[in-house]
């Protein structure tokens, strides 16, 4: 039943387990004490399956595409005023994230 929760109802599940009340939870993870208890009532509607993935952010979406239209990492940078260094390790993120979903 835990496979398809998310890290935060992981954890606070095994808080919870351990015996914190959830005013105690919710000051270690900076949540309510209703919020805490909102979470925990949340966990227990059963789930087809795991949650939604995000989109990538969106500049390792639009470094992407331009690397797809030909830009080099030099003029990407430009644009974007930072550094080539730092578009390649964008797009290196960019295409290693692609690659866990396509294996996920």
């Not at 995000?54 to 470094?63: F, H, L, Q, S």
């Not at 331009?66 to 930072?82: C, D, K, N, T, Y």
Request: charged share 40%; net charge positive; hydrophobic share 40%.
């Amino acid at each position: 039943m835990t496979e398809y929760l998310r890290p935060l109802e992981r954890r606070v599940l095994a808080m919870h387990a351990e015996g914190l009340d959830p005013a105690a939870i919710g000051r270690r993870l900076r949540k309510s004490p209703a919020q805490v208890e909102r979470i925990i009532e949340w966990t227990r509607i059963p789930r087809s399956r795991p949650p939604m993935r995000r989109r990538p952010p969106a500049i390792e979406r639009r470094v992407v595409d331009l690397r797809a239209a030909g830009e080099s990492h030099e003029e990407i940078a430009r644009r974007f005023r930072r550094s080539p260094e730092f578009i390649r390790r964008v797009e290196g993120l960019a295409h290693f994230r692609k690659a866990l979903e396509l294996l996920g």
